[in-house]
Nanobody
Framework: QVQVVESGGGLVQAGGSLRLSCAAS????????MGWYRQAPGKQRELVAT???????NYADSVKGRFTISRDNAKNTVYLQMTSLKPEDTAVFYC?????????????WGQGTQVTVSS
């Protein structure tokens, strides 16, 4: 089985910064695209940013220029550096990892980490 564990959430004032980390572990034959998604209260889960194994990135328009996604393939870890945070960034942030495990490509999700931005 594959485990995905996020860390780094917390409470920060508007304009501040946070760095999220996510590590995938377990029976991983190959790790593909990893990404961050978020879900605010009463809203659907939305994409924040993704990064392929080759380093190609994709961002939601709402975070472009403020968030940076990166990964360390040797550690099966993805990071999300968040700057200039706004109250509307408040959400539970989830990590997604697409991995080849037990004979197929599958999506694995972490349990989520809360990010709260106060005004």
């Amino acid at each position: 089985q594959v485990q995905v564990v996020e860390s780094g959430g917390g409470l920060v004032q508007a304009g501040g910064s946070l760095r999220l980390s996510c590590a995938a572990s377990g029976s991983i034959f190959s790790l593909g695209t990893m990404g961050w998604y978020r879900q605010a209260p009463g809203k659907q889960r939305e994409l924040v940013a993704t990064i392929t194994s080759g380093g190609t990135t994709n961002y939601a328009d709402s975070v472009k220029g403020r968030f940076t996604i990166s990964r360390d393939n040797a550690k099966n870890t993805v990071y999300l550096q968040m700057t200039s945070l706004k109250p509307e960034d408040t959400a539970v942030f989830y990590c997604n990892a697409r991995a080849y495990a037990t004979g197929a490509w599958r999506d694995f999700w972490g349990q989520g980490t809360q990010v709260t931005v106060s005004s």
